[in-house]
């Protein structure tokens, strides 16, 4: 139900809150001077509510989301109090000589406020049902339409309303309550209201003409000096919403600065209250929608677009949303969310879609957002689209021979150089105002004299054209980049300097993941006397190797594949699976060789006759019974009661489609597996890294941070030591980039051969030399998860950090200093990394405030635990950690203090110029670090 309010000279009813996000301010001066709630009003149901994360109070509207559960955020209901709309649940249960009037703007209802039994009614079918979700705060809207009445008793309507406000404070002890105007009612009203919200003081939407409009000087007086009553006599925080087209931000943050430099909580948004507005801070736009041409390739997993760019986007620190341009493309495509537009073509696509296509991203960029061109174009740009590009259509084509090199960009010949100037294909001539205002990347003159560009930095964007993307190294599938994907990236679509969610590190020290997928768990080893694969693993590797490790089995091979070894196999997973350094996963019933049957892609192409399984007598392949099946075979007849399965390690092409991966998420399973991230000396290419995983519908298939051995051995033809060369992909993916944690992934059957059990022993030793932090499989998974819920916000000098709690770190570019670890909140410390410093949050939300150089006050520079527990003191903090392995902890800037782990005072084994590092024999303790003096 929307937000009715009347301005005091005119009738225009002000459109409140329909979809509402509640913007996060601190009050600058005025009456009430204590900081005030960051708060955002967001009534749509298309935005994932983690977006607002960074915000003290979110205002929804309950008909549209679920009860949502933010960890450092109040999320409040809406409720109208004096309207009911007819598509509330409850309407048809309110009598008809309760109404007092229509609200003809909203197609909604008045009721009468001097109804006796009003109050119990709104308590009962309003606020109850949202109470038992767990709401706590509420929103109450259309508090004073009464006035649209023909005739009414202002007084008992107002006394009508009291009646209800003290009836939910009775019935519901501890409600908070934000009052959407109700001006008049507030003195009767002492203590039972946490705030006032007032709609548009600088700018409106007219619900009549819809429109957005400036606020008149006289209405703008009136409002603001109700609003300074409110804080002066009534000492509450006034939250002032104002509208604006969501594609306007530059507006939106200027009259959010004007309302807050009146002293009130700033929140601007759309008329539907349906984006992601600004307030007192402005959340980051962390989405790239990315067009590609589905009929190019076999799978959105195999497009270029997938395959190579999404990985440098995610490493920017971007979510990449994909749509095909065969399809309806999105409408809601706005600066909100969204940091620009990508395109990548490698030919054309339909022509009854080019059209379509061109007149879409005009409309994006008259919004505002970069646009980023790969490839090709798509479709040779139509007249109207090349002038708003700034493309000058060339007479007639250039003739390859008579082409000369003008200039060529540092940005490209990154991996590989550009073709010569009798190669390259696809040019364009930039019209003169363009061209004055560009960057070309590749520049050519013709035998005419024009000057030709292959790629070049524009006002609106950018694009680099084949054969200037990328080269294929011929008789293989590897690839080069010759542009680099960075650089391009943050220059066309214009990225701001941000602090960066990463998912590689936590505490400043480089995660260790161990997992293997259970294939041949059932075979006999290549070792004197035959030895069951499975006894190989647990003897050789999961008793050695004291380090987290997730194990899974294939149900079909450890029960029913050789019954004769069932006892046997079986007996040897319950004993990998008490080891207390394992975890549970399951690698399916029957080993899906193809999981989207619906297209037959990915290892198997076109073959009909390929296998979907391993050979099980009369099963025909069921997702259930492979996902849910497995899981509950493992769970019943091997996994401890304490240690149930968590996740699903995908087999065969690692394709799930949607439906998969909708069952495992119902079944309260994470997933691993794909990506094929495989880079070494044999293929140095960042083409070979692959990205963090792949939205299908709502879901997240999450990739391996490296693939497995299979890969390094031919497809286990030989040779078979070759995954020692999954070393190089540690290092490669380490630096100069850190891009990816230490992964080390195989099958069952590397504990088969001599060589290959080596190869793994090779890793691990490798693994266990470097200055890493070990987690399970499972914890990288919700790491990556919370990669795409992670909010960013600007909050004045400094920024506010905010996830579901797994994703811990943020890598801070130069240009924005290092953090000031005793301005910031929630910041326990930071490190030097490999691009950047990697900043340490204590929990799922923090407050991080940057310096130019570091401060003396103590802080954590690295550690191979995660922090249970953190509190900052006058002289100090005390930590407590909970990794592993035995703990090691750096500290910085503790010259001179008393360092203990659980009260006792320990002493460092090594020192530097300003590091301290202490090693302990335990994996969980707590450190109190006092620093006497400062």
Same mark, same amino acid.
């Given at each position: 139900?929307?937000t009715?309010?009347l301005?005091?000279?005119?009738?225009l009813?002000?459109?409140?809150?329909?979809?509402?996000?509640?913007?996060?301010?601190?009050?600058?001066?005025?009456a009430?001077?204590?900081?005030?709630?960051?708060?955002?009003l967001?009534?749509g149901s298309g935005?994932?509510?983690?977006?607002?994360?960074?915000?003290d109070?979110?205002?929804?509207?309950?008909?549209?989301?679920?009860?949502?559960?933010?960890?450092?955020?109040?999320?409040?209901?809406?409720?109208? %109090?004096? $309207?009911?709309?007819?598509?509330r649940?409850?309407?048809?249960?309110?009598?008809?000589?309760?109404?007092?009037?229509?609200?003809?703007?909203w197609?909604?209802?008045?009721?009468?406020?001097?109804?006796?039994?009003?109050p119990?009614?709104?308590?009962?079918?309003?606020i109850?049902?949202?109470?038992?979700?767990?709401y706590?705060?509420?929103?109450?809207?259309?508090?004073?339409?009464y006035?649209?009445?023909?005739?009414?008793?202002?007084?008992?309507?107002?006394?009508?309303?009291?009646?209800?406000?003290?009836?939910l404070?009775?019935?519901?002890?501890?409600?908070?309550l934000?009052f959407?105007?109700?001006?008049?009612?507030?003195?009767?009203?002492?203590?039972?209201?946490?705030?006032?919200?007032?709609?548009?003081?600088?700018?409106?939407?007219?619900?009549?003409?819809?429109?957005?409009?400036?606020?008149?000087?006289?209405?703008?007086?009136?409002?603001?000096e109700?609003?300074?009553?409110?804080?002066?006599?009534?000492?509450?925080?006034?939250?002032?919403?104002?509208?604006?087209?969501p594609h306007?931000?530059?507006?939106?943050?200027?009259?959010a600065?004007?309302?807050?430099?009146?002293?009130?909580?700033?929140?601007?948004?759309?008329?539907d209250?349906?984006?992601?507005?600004?307030?007192?801070?402005e959340?980051?736009?962390?989405?790239?929608?990315?067009?590609?041409?589905?009929?190019e390739?076999?799978s959105?997993?195999?497009?270029?677009?997938?395959?190579y760019?999404q990985?440098p986007?995610?490493?920017?620190?971007?979510v990449?949303?994909y749509?095909?341009?065969?399809?309806?493309?999105?409408?809601?495509?706005?600066?909100?969310?969204?940091?620009?537009v990508?395109?990548?073509?490698s030919?054309?696509?339909?022509?009854?879609?080019?059209?379509?296509?061109?007149?879409?991203?005009?409309?994006r960029?008259?919004?505002?957002?970069?646009?980023?061109?790969?490839?090709?174009w798509?479709?040779?740009?139509?007249?109207?689209?090349?002038?708003?590009?700034?493309?000058?259509?060339?007479?007639?084509?250039?003739?390859?021979?008579?082409?000369?090199?003008?200039n060529q960009?540092?940005?490209?010949?990154?991996?590989?150089?550009?073709?010569?100037?009798?190669?390259?294909t696809?040019?364009e001539?930039?019209?003169?105002?363009?061209?004055?205002?560009?960057t070309?990347?590749?520049?050519?003159?013709?035998a005419?004299?024009?000057?030709?560009?292959?790629g070049?930095?524009?006002?609106?964007?950018?694009?680099i054209?084949?054969?200037?993307?990328?080269?294929?190294?011929?008789?293989?599938?590897?690839?080069r980049?010759?542009v680099?994907?960075?650089a391009?990236?943050q220059?066309?679509?214009?990225?701001?300097?941000?602090?960066i969610?990463?998912?590689?590190?936590?505490?400043?020290?480089?995660?260790l993941?161990?997992?293997?997928?259970g294939?041949?768990?059932?075979t006999?080893?290549e070792?004197?006397?035959?030895?069951?694969t499975?006894?190989?693993?647990?003897?050789?590797?999961?008793?050695?190797?004291?380090?987290?490790?997730?194990?899974?089995?294939?149900?079909?091979?450890?029960h029913?594949?050789?019954?004769?070894?069932?006892?046997r196999?079986?007996a040897i997973a319950?004993?990998?699976?008490?080891?207390?350094?394992?975890?549970?996963g399951s690698?399916?019933? =029957?080993?899906?060789?193809?999981?989207?049957?619906?297209?037959r892609?990915?290892?198997?192409?076109?073959?009909?006759?390929?296998?979907?399984?391993l050979d099980?007598?009369?099963?025909?392949?069921?997702?259930?019974r492979e996902?849910?099946g497995?899981?509950?075979?493992?769970?019943?007849?091997?996994?401890?009661?304490?240690?149930?399965v968590?996740?699903?390690?995908?087999?065969?092409d690692?394709?799930?489609? $949607?439906?998969?991966?909708?069952?495992?998420?119902?079944?309260?399973?994470?997933?691993?597996?794909?990506?094929?991230?495989f880079?070494?000396?044999?293929?140095?290419?960042?083409?070979a890294?692959?990205?963090?995983?792949?939205?299908?519908?709502?879901y997240?298939?999450?990739?391996?941070?490296a693939?497995?051995?299979?890969?390094?051995?031919?497809?286990?033809?030989g040779?078979?030591?070759?995954?020692?060369?999954?070393?190089?992909?540690?290092?490669?993916?380490?630096?100069?980039?850190?891009i990816?944690?230490?992964?080390?992934?195989?099958?069952?059957?590397?504990?088969?051969?001599?060589?290959?059990?080596?190869?793994?022993?090779?890793?691990?030793?490798?693994?266990?030399?470097?200055?890493?932090?070990?987690?399970?499989?499972?914890e990288?998974?919700?790491?990556?998860?919370?990669?795409?819920?992670?909010?960013?916000?600007r909050?004045?000098?400094?920024?506010?950090l905010?996830?579901?709690?797994?994703?811990?770190t943020?890598?801070l570019?130069?240009?924005?200093?290092?953090?000031? %670890?005793?301005?910031s909140q929630?910041?326990?410390g930071?490190?030097?990394?490999? $691009?950047?410093?990697?900043v340490?949050?204590?929990?799922?939300s923090?407050?991080l405030?940057?310096?130019?150089?570091?401060?003396?006050?103590?802080?954590?520079?690295?550690?191979?635990g995660?922090?249970?527990?953190?509190?900052?003191?006058?002289?100090?903090?005390?930590?407590?950690?909970?990794?592993?392995?035995?703990?090691?902890?750096?500290?910085?800037?503790?010259?001179?203090?008393?360092?203990?782990?659980?009260?006792?005072p320990?002493?460092?084994?090594?020192? =530097?110029?300003?590091?301290?590092?202490?090693?302990?024999?335990?994996?969980a303790?707590?450190?109190? %670090?006092?620093?006497?003096g400062?």
């Open positions: 139900m929307p009715c309010f301005y005091r000279h005119s009738a009813l002000g459109s409140v809150l329909r979809r509402l996000v509640l913007a996060c301010t601190l009050l600058a001066g005025g009430w001077a204590q900081p005030a709630p960051a708060v955002a967001y009534y935005i994932a509510l983690s977006e607002f994360g960074n915000f109070i979110l205002v929804v509207d309950p008909d549209h989301v679920a009860a949502p559960r933010l960890p450092a955020t109040q999320v409040y209901a809406y409720a109208s %109090v004096t $309207e009911v709309h007819p598509t649940a409850y309407y048809d249960r309110i009598p008809a000589q309760w109404k007092l009037a229509r609200n003809a703007d197609q909604s209802d008045v009721i009468d406020q001097t109804t006796a039994q009003w119990d009614f709104f308590a009962d079918n309003v109850a049902p949202l109470w038992q979700q767990g706590r705060g509420f929103f109450l809207d259309t508090l004073d339409s006035r649209l009445a023909q005739d009414f008793d202002e007084q008992a309507q107002q006394q009508g309303l009291v009646r209800v406000i003290e009836t404070h009775t019935r519901f002890p501890g409600i908070q934000i959407n105007r109700g001006f008049d009612l507030l003195p009767r009203l002492p203590g039972k209201v946490q705030m006032v919200a007032a709609e548009s003081l600088y700018r409106a939407w007219n619900a009549r003409t819809q429109r957005y409009e400036e606020v008149s000087e006289p209405d703008r007086a009136w409002l603001l109700q609003l300074r009553t409110v804080q002066e006599r009534d000492h509450l925080p006034v939250l002032v919403i104002d509208y604006a087209p306007d931000r530059a507006l939106a943050r200027r009259t600065e004007k309302i807050a430099a009146d002293g009130f909580i700033p929140w601007v948004t759309d008329s209250l349906s984006s992601v507005g600004i307030g007192s801070i959340p980051v736009a962390r989405r790239v929608l990315v067009l590609y041409n589905a009929d390739s076999p959105l997993r195999y497009s270029n677009a997938h395959r760019l990985m986007l995610n490493h920017l620190g971007y990449v949303d749509a095909d341009v065969n399809q309806p493309l999105p409408s809601a495509v706005y600066p909100d969310r969204y940091a620009g990508i395109t990548w073509f030919g054309f696509y339909p022509g009854s879609r080019g059209r379509m296509v061109e007149q879409w991203l005009g409309q960029m008259d919004l505002g957002l970069p646009l980023a061109i790969f490839g090709t798509g479709k040779e740009p139509g007249a109207a689209f090349a002038r708003k590009l700034g493309l000058q259509n060339a007479a007639e084509p250039a003739a390859p021979t008579a082409l000369t090199l003008l960009h540092p940005m490209l010949g990154l991996e590989a150089q550009p073709p010569l100037p009798g190669a390259q696809d040019l001539q930039l019209g003169p105002a363009l061209l004055a205002q560009s070309p990347l590749l520049a050519l003159r013709d005419q004299g024009r000057t030709l560009v292959g070049a930095i524009t006002p609106w964007g950018g694009f054209l084949d054969p200037n993307v990328l080269t294929e190294i011929p008789g293989t599938e590897a690839a980049w010759i680099d994907p960075f391009f990236l220059a066309s679509l214009r990225l701001p300097v941000l602090p969610p990463d998912t590689t590190t936590e505490n400043g020290r480089r995660l993941t161990v997992h293997v997928d294939d041949a768990y059932n006999r080893a070792f004197p006397g035959s030895p069951l499975a006894q190989v693993l647990l003897d050789q590797v999961f008793r050695k190797y004291r380090i987290p490790q997730t194990m899974s089995i294939v149900e079909y091979e450890a029913e594949m050789t019954p004769e070894l069932t006892p196999l079986e319950r004993e990998i699976f008490k080891l207390p350094h394992m975890e549970v690698h399916t019933y =029957s080993h899906p060789f193809l999981w989207d049957t619906s297209r892609h990915g290892l198997f192409l076109e073959d009909s006759e390929a296998a979907l399984t099980v007598p009369g099963y025909t392949m069921n997702l259930e996902i849910v497995s899981t509950e075979y493992i769970n019943t007849r091997l996994a401890p009661p304490d240690k149930p968590k996740l699903l390690q995908w087999s065969g690692t394709a799930p489609g $949607e439906a998969a991966l909708a069952i495992t998420a119902r079944a309260g399973l994470l997933n691993l597996n794909g990506g094929d991230t880079i070494s000396k044999l293929d140095p290419s960042l083409t890294i692959g990205a963090l995983g792949l939205r299908k519908g709502p997240l298939q999450v990739y391996a941070p693939t497995n051995e299979n890969i390094y051995t031919n497809l286990w033809t040779p078979f030591y070759g995954f020692e060369r999954v070393i190089e992909t540690f290092e490669m993916t380490g630096s100069p980039r850190r990816k944690p230490v992964g080390i992934y195989y099958h069952s059957y590397s504990a088969s051969k001599p060589a290959s059990l080596k190869a793994v022993h090779k890793a691990y030793d490798w693994a266990l030399r470097q200055p890493l932090h070990p987690v399970h499989a499972y990288f998974a919700q790491k990556v998860q919370d990669f795409y819920d992670f909010a960013i916000a909050d004045g000098t400094g920024w506010r905010s996830g579901p709690g797994h994703l811990r943020v890598r570019p130069a240009a924005l200093g290092v953090p000031d %670890v005793q301005a929630a910041i326990a930071w490190r030097p990394g490999e $691009e950047a410093p990697y340490h949050m204590t929990g799922a923090a407050r405030q940057t310096a130019a150089a570091a401060g003396a006050a103590p802080y954590l520079y690295e550690a191979n995660r922090l249970a527990a953190w509190q900052r003191t006058d002289q100090g903090f005390t930590a407590t950690f909970q990794g592993h392995v035995p703990l090691v902890v750096t500290l910085a800037n503790v010259q001179g203090c008393r360092v203990r782990a659980d009260q006792r320990i002493a460092a084994q090594r020192r =530097s110029a300003n590091t301290h590092t202490f090693q302990l024999a335990h994996a303790a707590q450190i109190d %670090v006092l620093c006497p400062r």
